[in-house]
């Protein structure tokens, strides 16, 4: 099974951006997204990009959040521009269904911590 790994969390004041970075252990040909749990609550999704490279985005990151992949490099990305606080969570990636079910084992996720 694939095994993915998340980096480029951290601490980011409102409005600031990071951009994080999933890497796959080997190739990955299905749709892969990007989701973000916090304590209490359900893990949600966040961000999808399918295989031939169409997104999906929740409502509360469009126009901010952009999804990206290298297939070549095996690796996925997540622009986070315009960060509010309330974006702060464990974000994890995740090969996923073109609907945007996970299919794969979880990682340790990286913590976006949005704060003044």
């Known amino acids: 099974q694939v095994q993915l790994v998340e980096s480029g969390g951290g601490l980011v004041q409102p409005g600031g951006s990071l951009r994080l970075s999933c890497v796959a252990s080997?190739?990955?040909?299905?749709?892969m997204g990007w989701y973000r749990q916090v304590p209490g609550k359900e893990r949600e999704l966040v961000a999808l990009i399918r295989s031939g490279g169409r997104t999906n985005y929740a409502d509360s990151v469009k126009g901010r959040f952009t999804i990206s992949r290298d297939n070549a490099k095996n690796t996925v990305y997540l622009q986070m521009n315009s960060l509010k606080p309330e974006d702060t969570a464990v974000y994890y990636c995740n090969v996923a269904t073109d609907w945007g079910t996970e299919i794969g084992s979880w990682g340790r996720g990286t913590q976006v911590t949005v704060s003044s």
């Open positions: 080997g190739s990955i040909f299905s749709a």
